[in-house]
């Protein structure tokens, strides 16, 4: 009994050590992909920042160039006014009861709070406000005393009166020696504000040499140290706290001020020592923390899918030997039908080599047998025009006896003249027969040439020329439209010829008993295909479907020329360029063949 009970408690022991070993792993799996995440999310906060500073930097360059642009426009004002005639004659003495409406003019003009002038002793002689000024008197001032040392002087400060923030522009009065006067101009720095940047989404300030916010797009950071704190006597209230933290070269502060500032944002600096000032911007961090979290997101998930599939492919392997050995049987099993099936696709494999080699055999004695039969209708063609082509040599050849005898005589009588005419007209008659023959041999070779580009006008031409004979022999008229730039076609010139020379040979063919014996050859040139029309007046074709047939023909049984083979061979040979041939009878009567041919790619020489 003892023994039965000490199997389950080992095997339950088992099992507990088995899951405690499972909760290890994940735990240990937890706290990797926690440390793995928290490295995610601080590499992409810190690479984040980097643009992110950039962008603030460029804000805050922008933002000081559009302050330092608006108050060198009021510069330029106190640096032009200085100069004034009006304001040189009360300098030096003088009483010019047209310098406060120049100043006042000039004040509107501009958009300035006030523009004052005053003597060298600091009395003020002339204001854009009245001749009563609230300060008489400038000659402790800092810009008075600035200006008169001959330089441009410039300061700011809060009127307790209307507590308004001025800032100051002071240039002296000079004609050729030490200031006479001073030129004073004051700006609204909220006129300032409210033109340029008010609405910036950024938290922008400008801070003087004593840390003071002079100048800002946030009403609630005015007169505030660089700690945010209100300065001594300003009315502000405290709500504004912040905390700074270093990241790497960028400081981070941590702000608690309300919607209006960001939680965490990036501070950046820029000194500005034209006015003075240094300017300041507040970047909120949030975009880099967002760009953080997703990356630390995407990465958390993408651990969190390696350790489900690392769970489940442990988890698959118990079963594994088990699987191993059903999958070795049917592997096994595989084997043999893969061995067996191999055997009988090696037995169809010989038997489709036997029929390939059987059907290449064949297709190679029906090409042979093809080539015979073309070769076997241009003889008999040739055959047909043995007696026409006999007369048409004989008939030069009787010419050119003629016109020998007669040039020996001519020159025996010193007629040389005469005799150079026979001999040229001899010449001319023995071109002639070398072109009917050299035509008679081309037509006759067997052609083994590949498709290139072949002159269709001159392919008609050498047809026409061949049949002369037997057309006039037969009366019959052949009316060739010739085009008057040569037509180049995709074809073997032999071959056309012999399909032409068929097509031709059928219409006078066809023509036998009739009055009107006319054949007509026309071309349409086109930019892909060029097409040639043969028709003829003969009693038309009965079935045009079956024309092209081999062995179909409609001339009388027993003939010699009605094998029916002649327009099945133009078929076939058309059709190896790549072209169509058709037959149709015509509206007007008689029948016409269409043989289209592609178009040459390159015209030849």
């Known amino acids: 009994m003892a023994v039965a009970m000490a199997r389950p408690a080992g095997y339950l022991g088992q099992k507990g050590?088995?899951?405690?070993?499972?909760?290890?792993?994940?735990?240990v799996f937890i706290l990797a992909v926690a440390g793995i995440a928290g490295g995610v999310w601080w590499f992409a906060f810190t690479a984040a920042l980097v643009p992110l500073e950039e962008r603030g930097r460029a804000d805050l360059s922008l933002a000081s160039d559009r302050l330092l642009g608006e108050l060198q426009r009021y510069r330029q004002v106190a640096v032009l006014l200085a100069d004034h005639p009006v304001l040189l004659s009360l300098a030096n003495g003088g009483?010019?009861?047209?310098?406060?409406?120049?100043?006042?003019?000039?004040?509107?003009?501009?958009?300035?709070?006030?523009?004052?002038?005053?003597?060298?002793?600091?009395?003020?002689l002339a204001s854009s406000d009245g001749s009563e000024t609230r300060e008489s008197d400038i000659s402790g001032e800092a810009v008075f005393e600035r200006a008169m040392t001959g330089a441009l002087g410039t300061d700011h400060k809060r009127l307790k009166e209307t507590e308004k923030r001025v800032f100051f522009f002071s240039v002296p009065v000079l004609d050729g020696g030490a200031p006479l006067g001073v030129v004073v101009v004051k700006v609204d720095i909220e006129a300032v504000e409210e033109s340029d940047w008010r609405g910036d989404p950024q938290a922008i300030y400008f801070t003087d040499d004593t840390g003071v916010i002079f100048v800002s797009n946030r009403s609630e950071l005015l007169f505030r140290n660089r700690n945010l704190a209100p300065v001594e006597g300003s009315e502000r209230d405290s709500f504004l706290k912040f905390t700074s933290n270093t990241i790497g070269p960028h400081e981070i502060w941590s702000l608690s001020g309300g919607p209006y500032f960001p939680k965490r944002a990036l501070h950046l600096t820029q000194p500005l020592p034209v006015i003075g000032m240094t300017g300041e911007v507040l970047i909120s961090t949030a975009p880099a923390e967002r760009s953080a979290l997703q990356q630390m997101m995407v990465a958390v998930a993408l651990c969190l899918v390696f350790g489900a599939?690392?769970?489940?492919?442990?988890?698959?392997?118990?079963?594994?030997?088990?699987?191993?050995?059903?999958?070795?049987?049917?592997?096994?099993?595989?084997?043999?039908?893969v061995e067996d099936r191999t055997r009988e696709l090696s037995s169809l494999n010989l038997d489709l080599r036997d029929q390939i080699a059987v059907?290449?055999?064949?297709?190679?004695?029906?090409?042979?047998?093809?080539?015979?039969?073309?070769?076997?209708?241009?003889?008999s063609a040739l055959g047909e025009m043995s007696a026409g082509i006999s007369h048409e040599l004989n008939q030069p050849l009787m010419a050119i006896r003629s016109f020998a005898e007669n040039a020996e005589?001519?020159?025996?009588?010193?007629k040389t003249e005469i005799a150079a005419q026979n001999l040229s007209k001899i010449s001319e008659l023995s071109r002639r027969m070398g072109r009917i023959i050299k035509n008679l041999r081309a037509f006759a070779r067997q052609e083994d040439e590949p498709i290139t580009?072949?002159?269709?006008?001159?392919?008609?031409?050498?047809?026409?020329?061949?049949?002369?004979?037997?057309?006039?022999?037969?009366?019959?008229?052949?009316?060739?439209?010739?085009?008057?730039?040569?037509?180049?076609?995709?074809?073997?010139e032999v071959r056309l010829q012999q399909v032409l020379t068929n097509l031709l040979s059928n219409a006078v063919d066809a023509m036998d008993g009739y009055d009107d014996k006319r054949v007509d050859i026309r071309l349409e040139s086109g930019s892909n295909t060029h097409i040639l029309y043969l028709r003829d007046r003969g009693p038309g074709i009965d079935a045009p479907e079956k024309i092209f047939d081999p062995f179909y023909s409609t001339k009388k049984v027993g003939s010699a020329e009605?094998?029916?083979?002649?327009?099945?061979?133009?078929?076939?040979?058309?059709?190896?360029?790549?072209?169509?041939?058709?037959?149709?009878?015509?509206?007007?009567?008689?029948?016409?063949?269409?043989?289209?041919?592609?178009?040459?790619?390159?015209?030849a020489a």
């Open 17 to 27: 050590s088995e899951m405690r070993q499972r909760l290890g792993a994940i735990l």
């Open 453 to 492: 580009n072949v002159n269709i006008n001159a392919v008609i031409d050498a047809v026409l020329e061949m049949s002369e004979t037997r057309l006039k022999r037969d009366g019959v008229e052949v009316d060739w439209q010739r085009p008057e730039m040569e037509i180049y076609v995709r074809g073997g």
């Open 562 to 603: 009605g094998m029916g083979l002649g327009l099945s061979i133009s078929y076939g040979l058309i059709q190896s360029f790549g072209g169509n041939i058709r037959g149709r009878n015509h509206p007007d009567g008689g029948a016409e063949f269409i043989v289209e041919l592609a178009a040459a790619k390159e015209k």
């Open 409 to 414: 005589v001519f020159l025996d009588r010193g």
């Open 309 to 337: 599939l690392l769970y489940v492919a442990t988890e698959r392997r118990r079963g594994l030997d088990e699987r191993l050995k059903v999958e070795a049987e049917a592997k096994a099993e595989l084997e043999r039908r």
């Open 359 to 379: 059907r290449e055999e064949a297709e190679s004695a029906l090409k042979k047998a093809q080539a015979d039969l073309v070769q076997a209708g241009k003889l």
């Open 95 to 124: 009483v010019e009861p047209r310098a406060h409406a120049l100043l006042l003019e000039t004040a509107d003009k501009t958009g300035t709070l006030e523009i004052i002038f005053a003597n060298k002793d600091g009395r003020v």
